[in-house]
């Protein structure tokens, strides 16, 4: 046995190939629990064990849980890399007998599709001829234990066919949020030492079996690097009817969470539980997302003992909901919880201020990033749970002033670079042929579990997405400005070169790319490929070329100056035009032919990535405030946004934006909050297809760079410019950010006569430039 070396972080050093732990399994596709009795004869003094179960584990030492985690290990492409954790048990030993034991479920490694929902493509888009695959088939378990005791010795446990195993009381247990356990199959005592409970009893346990399939046994293997998911706060569920044979509790807030309660019934008796994001107009739990599809996620407890309360508890999954709906009388149930999780718990930031609907708006955002910040960044709790990657990069400034994310990115970066494609990879067409997307793509998912690779008529690609995929270096770059850590540079330089290589052979005889989605989920349907998705090709390529200088690579970054510079020019040949009515330059949509037609989007993202001739730059400034007026309200889809915020906010439009992202109607972000909502919807709309998305709650990075002004001068704010704002309907803002050269407080005040104070402070080693411009 080769040990780990568990003191190495996951980025690469301290990857290791899989031999190097032995996998066991009970042969099975359904959650087991597994068990080590062993001795110790000395007082522990150092006790590591490194422990990955598939799909997602718990971990117990002595009965005790050996953390506070949920749902480890951290999703990943299990053909390619494999994450273990690693916990400091010495605490929890003991001289003389020991047991080490886990749970393991299904999560994405074996997806149990008989019961609940599944995601499934709309009817819209083509059949997907490349489903989910399951990664093997049984569930698997690797610990490797090294422990040394006071008098110097040395014991290593590793799993093997000495472990015993059994079936676990979760029998059914899917990876959307749908749950059924057999309370008739508990164990008492299972992972303890406790002679004369039932786990002495034998005939419940059978040896373990050496896992022999299943691609994650192949894999390179490495020590987890994001935060583990945990709760983060827990729920009351409160009574609020009985309708349609349901108990309806209402839990107040719309979270990724795990259901727990007590119930009393009848041995055999089965409890339903159906969470929900909405509530129908009688007040039952309302499944239906949007008209698209059912979300048919249902918690089911069968009930073990006659008349005795027993604990229903979520184990290897959650679901996404603010209501649940139980199938038996509220009398019959108590102490129901919802437990929030995250892996985004540590806060970077804090905001407050007097208006109350930007405090409003705020926590709809924030809440909406908690929920779909777990083991990667997902779109939504609810129905897709995918790693779409754009929000890595849009999203990155808004998530990262509000919480701690430094190794979150980390990890999003590492399986994008994982996910990366070579020549050889290559998925079923529609005619039972092979399609080869191309070497160096950077999927529009990582890890991508249902592979949507073929273009829908009419829409676009969504395997092949520049502004998703650019996630590589656009995401890479703010990492870089919010943290100053160059290491992020070299990780993921590689991976940008080949990218952006790769993007070159999707460029058209315009010299345009425009197979994507542009600017989606624009309310008018007006995407803006051509413009959209070549901003972000020269994007690309001039951030390469400063990345390469960074690095001391003199020939590349001339390189991709130079490539950059004529997608720049070709881009102002083609599409800045002067337009005759307004008297004054634009960026023209390309594929609006027979007219001048701009969208917001279109004209700010030139003006963001430096691509307007400077000549030219009042006249963009003018068409872009033309298309913010005439709307009255923010026309934009999420790639857009982000660009149309800032630039509203750089041009002296902070007044517009506040005004527009507090109007009481759609689009608007405090229309949700009207709404009754208490996390950010996935579109502009009422009732939207998901309730809980973070996609468009780019607003966030204006509250602390915009209206608290707080904006890097230098890679890991170790010089920072202060330009703040405060809104009309504002007296008094309050702002603190800990960024990585330390704490940055900023305070205003608006006085009696008018006029603001501000109040700025900042850690040592940190330098300060102020500009009062906006508040004088």
């Known amino acids: 046995m080769i040990k780990l ?22 042969k099975t596709d359904k959650p087991f629990m597994a068990r080590k009795s062993f001795l110790l004869d000395s007082v522990p003094e150092k006790a590591i064990a490194l422990v990955c179960g598939l799909g997602q584990f718990n971990f117990y030492v002595n009965g005790h849980p050996a953390s506070d985690h949920v749902l480890d290990p951290s999703w990943s492409d299990y053909k390619k890399l494999v994450y273990y954790v690693e916990f400091d048990i010495t605490s929890l030993l003991v001289q003389g007998e020991n047991i080490l034991a886990a749970e393991v479920g299904n999560g994405w490694y074996i997806c149990d599709q008989q019961n609940g929902y599944f995601f499934h493509f709309p009817e819209f888009m083509p059949p997907d001829p490349n489903p989910y695959k399951a990664f093997g088939k049984e569930l ?108 309806v509790y209402d839990f107040g807030q719309n979270v990724a969470g795990m259901l727990e309660f007590e119930v009393r019934g009848k041995a055999g008796d089965v409890i339903h539980a159906w969470p929900a994001e909405k509530l129908t107009e009688s007040g039952d739990i309302n499944q239906v997302a949007k008209n698209w599809m059912l979300i048919d996620v249902c918690e089911s407890y069968i009930i073990a003992r006659d008349d005795t309360w027993e604990k229903f508890a979520m184990t290897f999954t959650y679901f996404g909901g603010r209501y649940v709906a139980l199938d038996c009388d509220p009398e019959r ?76 990115w980390e990890k999003f970066l590492t399986d994008a670079r994982t996910a990366q494609l070579t020549e050889d990879d290559w998925f079923n067409d529609m005619h039972h042929g092979r399609y080869y997307p191309g070497a160096g793509l950077i999927p529009s998912q990582a890890p991508c579990y249902i592979p949507n690779v073929l273009p ?30 160059k290491q992020i540079i070299r990780d993921n330089y590689a991976a940008g070169v080949k990218y952006l290589a790769f993007l070159k052979t999707n460029v058209n005889n315009e010299g345009f790319i425009n197979n994507g989605l542009g600017d989606w989920g624009n309310p008018t349907g007006e995407y803006a490929k051509d413009n959209i998705e070549t901003a972000f090709l020269y994007a690309d390529a001039n951030i390469l070329a400063e990345f390469a200088t960074i690095l001391g690579n003199t020939d590349d970054a001339c390189s991709f100056s130079e490539y950059a510079e004529n997608v720049k ?58 298309t913010i007026e005439d709307a009255g309200s923010l026309k934009t889809g999420e790639v857009g946004q982000p ?24 689009p608007s972000y405090y229309a949700f909050v009207l709404a009754g909502e208490t996390t950010l919807g996935e579109y502009w709309e009422e009732n939207p297809r998901s309730h809980c998305h973070d996609m468009m709650g780019h607003i966030i990075e204006w509250y602390y760079n915009g209206i608290a002004g707080i904006r890097p001068l230098s890679p890991g704010f170790g010089r920072v410019l202060i330009k703040p704002y405060l809104p009309k309907s504002t007296n008094h803002v309050k702002c603190n950010y800990r960024s990585a050269s330390g704490m940055i407080n900023v305070e205003m005040t608006r006085q009696s006569d008018g006029r603001i104070k501000l109040d700025v402070t900042a850690d040592d080693g940190i330098e300060i430039v102020i500009d009062r411009g906006k508040l004088d």
């Open 5 to 26: 070396n568990y003191t190495d972080e996951a980025k690469g050093k301290g990857m290791t190939e899989q031999s190097h732990f032995s996998w066991i399994t009970n």
């Open 569 to 626: 020019e070709n881009y102002n040949v083609r599409l800045l035009v002067f337009d005759q009515d307004t008297g004054h330059y634009c960026y023209r949509v390309w594929d609006h032919k027979d007219n001048i037609f701009m969208t917001q989007a279109a004209e700010a993202m030139p003006l963001y990535w430096g691509m307007v001739p400077p000549e030219r730059e009042n006249d963009i400034v003018k068409s872009f405030r033309e």
């Open 333 to 408: 149930i108590r102490n129901i919880r919802l437990k929030a999780i995250s892996s985004a718990r540590e806060a970077a930031g804090g905001f407050s201020c007097d208006d109350e609907r930007l405090m409003q708006i705020y926590k709809l955002v924030d809440k909406a990033i908690e929920a779909n910040m777990v083991s990667v960044h997902t779109d939504c709790p609810t129905i897709e749970r995918f790693a779409w990657q754009e929000e890595n990069h849009l999203m990155a400034p808004s998530v990262m002033y509000l919480k701690q994310v430094k190794l979150h």
């Open 140 to 247: 698997v378990l690797a610990v490797h234990a090294e422990i040394t005791t006071r008098d110097g010795g040395e014991t290593i446990i590793d799993t093997d066919t000495s472990w015993q195993t059994a079936p676990h009381q979760v029998i059914h247990s899917n990876v959307y949020g749908s749950e059924v356990i057999d309370g008739r199959n508990c164990i008492p005592g299972w992972n303890t030492v406790n002679e004369g409970s039932a786990v002495s009893d034998s005939s419940n346990w059978s040896m373990a079996h050496k896992a022999e399939n299943g691609d994650a046994l192949n894999s390179h293997i490495a020590k987890q690097m994001i935060p583990p998911v945990k709760v983060i706060k827990t729920y009351d569920g409160i009574y609020l009817r009985s309708v349609h044979g349901h108990s």
């Open 456 to 485: 829908v008529p009419g829409i676009g690609d969504f395997y092949n997405v520049i502004g998703w995929g650019s996630s590589i270096i656009i995401g890479t770059w703010w990492h870089y400005k919010f943290y100053g850590d």
């Open 643 to 666: 660009y149309i915020i800032q630039m509203m906010s750089e041009w002296g439009m902070d007044d517009l934006l506040c005004s527009m992202i507090l109007k009481k109607e759609q």
